[in-house]
């Protein structure tokens, strides 16, 4: 599904991933885990293309698609969806006039019929009232004067409309109460399946708690250090990162 | 002489002689306005509120006289609403005319508009009745470059008023919302490649709501000059101006809000979208009179620039002399947001389409419930249908 291999980047002109290899099969969960400034939102801006992420070398390939050079759109298209760490506001354009493009740009994409605007609604509705968001919620503008948890739940409510093959969530239980936490867990679990795989990028254990990752993976100073199963993520809680460090330097 | 010295001078000697074989509406009293004329002279490139726009081409252009008139439709309005063309105005028009044309102008701030008195080529007095619910009138191109429209709008009443695009030399549009009345006023403008000079003059009484949107792109010079005078208490008034500019086009807008009664609320909010080599030049000012205390006054003016030559420059002013206010205001400058631009790139949208939205979204913020369908076809930025 995802292949990385000896991925460099530098974020505003600076080094910060330092050779990164990643291989994600389908059906399976990953876990990045790592302190502030290790790289892993960096990662996920690599993954997503944003234009201010500089890949210096390295590959990253999407079912077996180079993503180097591709434009953040052409990624969408090709399956790969990122959940923001923080979700643009745009006042002016409604959540549902934004979700309709989003797909209509997919369905174009991959010559498939356009829905119309009726069975649009009807299908974002329905994805709404999993995530626990009322109708209203989706005539406003885009994450405009929404809470945390609810711009959080956006994200989540755009992934299952999109439907990717690999969806990267970067610190979505960021920010979340342990009600919203639990409802984005459950988005993502419904989400996941044998055909896709999900890329969780989190500061903390708790979300793994809700979510359970096939591997864990602790990111220090822009490379993998360490990869386990979920008793990783567990010792980390334990001792902190900078125990690791240590019995890793 | 200058271009602006030449004109006044065409414009003093047509008066004198009007005077004594006027063309149109005889009878009107055009005294004052050339008083004024002789006193104040004309705007010059570069003199004050003209810093960057420029009126020589406009007066080039009707230095040697304007076109003949046309016959239009012009205006259209519900049942109730009295429309008498200033020309055939019978003895009880020309008393309300004589009794309120000019009110609320003052000459010295506005001399242009004593010009507009003298070339005038077509005027109508619009009346909508104390206590009338639901008046709506139309108003396309006069006939005549230069025009003018004097809406009195009685106590109580609701009315709206809609200016269809049309690009006369010059049209003041007075209006005289009566206490307790509503007024929605929308004013459309279009791309157009004239020379204009316009003025929306209105005077809001004790209670009475007035909404004023101009949506617009660009001209050649396309000047439009707005005064608002919150003269009674608890007057309501909303502002919203939206724009999108595009190939050497260019739109100046002065708004002037002017509280001279307490307990008023102002709000004005513009978006201003400004691409190619366009110039948008806007000024919004809020003046808050001695006396008028518990005013609540705001102004929000965003500008977003697409190209490189694109050029935008945007004042705040507010002048208050009371002590019992709120007054808000901000004005921003910028581009596209590239954080946001990325987001919706992200979900697969194209970058064009990702624009074409950012730059809707933008202007949205600024149509508020006044006539937005209009304003979304005019300013190309049509909604998508049916996602309500």
């Given at each position: 599904?995802?292949e990385i291999?000896?991925?460099h980047a530098?974020a505003?002109?600076k080094?910060?991933?330092?050779g990164?290899?990643?291989?994600v099969r389908?059906?399976?969960v990953?876990?990045i885990?790592?302190?502030?400034?290790?790289?892993?939102?960096t990662?996920a801006n690599?993954?997503?293309?944003?234009?201010?992420?500089?890949?210096?070398?390295?590959?990253m390939?999407l079912?077996?698609t180079?993503?180097?050079?591709?434009a953040?759109?052409?990624?969408?298209?090709l399956g790969?969806?990122?959940a923001?760490?923080y979700?643009?506001?745009?006042?002016g354009?409604?959540?549902?006039?934004f979700?309709?493009a989003?797909?209509?740009s997919h369905n174009k994409?991959l010559?498939?019929?356009?829905?119309?605007?009726a069975s649009?609604?009807?299908?974002?509705?329905?994805?709404?009232?999993r995530?626990?968001?009322?109708?209203?919620?989706?005539?406003?503008?885009?994450?405009a004067?929404?809470?945390?948890?609810?711009?959080?739940?956006?994200?989540?409510?755009?992934m299952?409309?999109l439907?990717p093959?690999?969806?990267?969530?970067?610190e979505?239980?960021s920010?979340l109460d342990?009600?919203?936490?639990r409802t984005?867990?459950?988005?993502?679990?419904?989400?996941?399946?044998e055909a896709n795989?999900v890329?969780?990028i989190?500061?903390y254990q708790?979300l793994?708690?809700h979510?359970t990752?096939?591997?864990?993976?602790?990111?220090?100073?822009?490379r993998?250090?360490r990869?386990?199963d979920k008793?990783?993520a567990?010792?980390?809680?334990?001792?902190g990162?900078?125990?690791?460090?240590e019995s890793g330097? | 002489?200058?271009?602006?010295?030449?004109?006044?001078?065409?414009v003093?000697?047509?008066?004198?002689?009007?005077?004594k074989?006027p063309?149109y509406?005889?009878?009107?009293d055009?005294?004052?306005?050339?008083?004024a004329l002789?006193?104040?002279?004309?705007?010059e490139p570069?003199?004050?509120?003209w810093?960057?726009s420029n009126?020589?081409p406009?007066?080039?252009?009707?230095?040697t006289?304007?076109?003949?008139d046309?016959?239009?439709e012009?205006?259209v309005?519900s049942?109730g609403?009295e429309v008498?063309d200033?020309?055939?105005?019978e003895?009880r028009?020309?008393?309300?005319i004589?009794a309120n044309?000019?009110?609320?102008?003052?000459r010295?701030?506005y001399p242009l508009?004593s010009?507009?008195d003298v070339?005038l080529?077509?005027g109508v007095v619009?009346?909508?009745p104390a206590?009338?619910?639901g008046?709506?009138?139309?108003?396309?191109p006069?006939g005549?470059?230069?025009e003018?429209?004097?809406?009195?709008?009685?106590d109580?009443?609701?009315?709206?008023l809609?200016e269809?695009?049309?690009?006369?030399?010059h049209?003041?549009v007075?209006?005289?919302v009566?206490?307790?009345?509503?007024?929605r006023h929308t004013r459309?403008q279009?791309?157009?490649?004239s020379?204009?000079?316009?003025?929306?003059?209105s005077?809001?009484?004790a209670?009475?709501?007035?909404?004023?949107?101009?949506?617009?792109?660009?001209?050649?010079m396309?000047?439009?000059?707005i005064h608002i005078e919150?003269?009674g208490?608890?007057?309501d008034?909303?502002?919203?101006?939206?724009w999108?500019?595009s190939g050497?086009?260019?739109l100046?807008t002065?708004?002037?809000?002017?509280h001279?009664?307490g307990?008023?609320?102002?709000r004005?909010?513009?978006r201003?979208v400004?691409?190619d080599r366009?110039k948008?030049?806007f000024?919004g000012r809020?003046h808050i009179?001695?006396g008028a205390q518990?005013?609540?006054?705001?102004?929000?003016?965003?500008h977003?620039?697409?190209?490189p030559?694109?050029?935008a420059?945007a004042?705040?002013?507010?002048?208050?002399y009371?002590?019992?206010?709120?007054?808000?205001?901000?004005?921003?400058?910028g581009?596209?947001d590239?954080?946001a631009?990325f987001y919706?790139r992200?979900r697969?949208?194209?970058e064009?389409v990702a624009?074409?939205?950012?730059v809707?979204?933008?202007?949205e913020?600024?149509?508020?419930d006044?006539?937005?369908?209009?304003?979304r076809?005019?300013l190309?930025?049509?909604?998508?249908?049916g996602?309500?």
């Open positions: 599904m995802l291999t000896d991925l530098r505003a002109g080094p910060i991933l330092k990164i290899d990643l291989v389908p059906g399976e990953h876990a885990m790592g302190p502030n400034g290790s790289g892993k939102s990662l690599a993954l997503a293309g944003r234009p201010d992420v500089e890949v210096t070398a390295g590959d390939r079912e077996g180079s993503l180097i050079g591709l953040p759109e052409e990624r969408a298209h790969l969806f990122l923001f760490q979700p643009v506001e745009i006042p354009v409604s959540n549902m006039e979700l309709k989003a797909v209509d994409a010559e498939r019929d356009e829905l119309s605007a649009f609604v009807a299908l974002a509705r329905e994805a709404a009232s995530l626990h968001l009322a109708p209203e919620f989706l005539r406003r503008g885009v994450n004067g929404f809470s945390g948890g609810e711009k959080k739940r956006n994200e989540i409510l755009q299952l409309l439907e093959r690999l969806a990267v969530l970067d979505t239980d920010g342990i009600d919203a936490l984005v867990a459950s988005g993502v679990n419904a989400f996941a399946s795989a890329l969780l989190t500061h708790r793994l708690d979510i990752p096939d591997f864990v993976h602790v990111l220090l100073d822009g993998i250090a990869t386990g008793s990783l567990h010792a980390l809680e334990a001792d990162y900078a125990r690791l460090a330097a | 002489m200058t271009a602006a010295e030449l004109f006044h001078a065409r003093l000697e047509d008066g004198r002689q009007l005077r074989r063309r509406a005889p009878w009107l055009r005294g004052p306005s050339l008083a002789e006193d104040v002279p004309l705007p570069r003199s004050y509120t810093e960057y009126p020589n406009w007066y080039e252009r009707y230095a006289g304007s076109d003949d046309e016959s239009t012009g205006i309005a049942n609403v008498s200033f020309d055939a105005a003895s028009e020309r008393d309300i004589d044309l000019n009110a609320t102008i003052d010295h701030r508009a010009v507009n070339l080529r077509r619009v009346e909508v206590g009338a619910s008046a709506e009138i139309e108003l396309g006069l005549g470059d230069f003018r429209v004097l809406l009195i709008v009685g109580g009443a609701e009315a709206t809609l269809r695009p049309a690009s006369p030399a049209r003041i007075e209006c005289l009566g206490a307790g009345a509503s007024l459309l279009s791309a157009a490649d020379l204009e000079y316009h003025l929306v003059s005077r809001v009484s209670g009475a709501r007035y909404r004023f949107a101009q949506y617009a792109q660009g001209s050649a396309r000047r439009n000059d919150a003269a208490d608890g007057a008034i909303e502002i919203h101006g939206a999108h500019l050497r086009r260019h100046d002065q708004i002037n809000v002017h001279s009664a307990g008023g609320t102002s004005q909010t513009v201003g400004v691409d366009a948008a030049v000024n809020i009179a001695p518990r005013t609540d006054a705001a102004l929000s003016a965003k977003m620039l697409l190209a030559a694109a050029q420059y004042k705040p002013e507010l002048e208050i009371a002590n019992d206010v709120k007054c808000a205001h901000g004005a921003t400058m581009e596209i590239g954080d631009l919706l992200s697969g949208i194209g064009a624009r074409d939205l950012l809707a979204g933008f202007l913020e600024a149509l508020g006044l006539h937005p369908g209009e304003a076809a005019l190309h930025v049509e909604a998508r249908e996602l309500a």
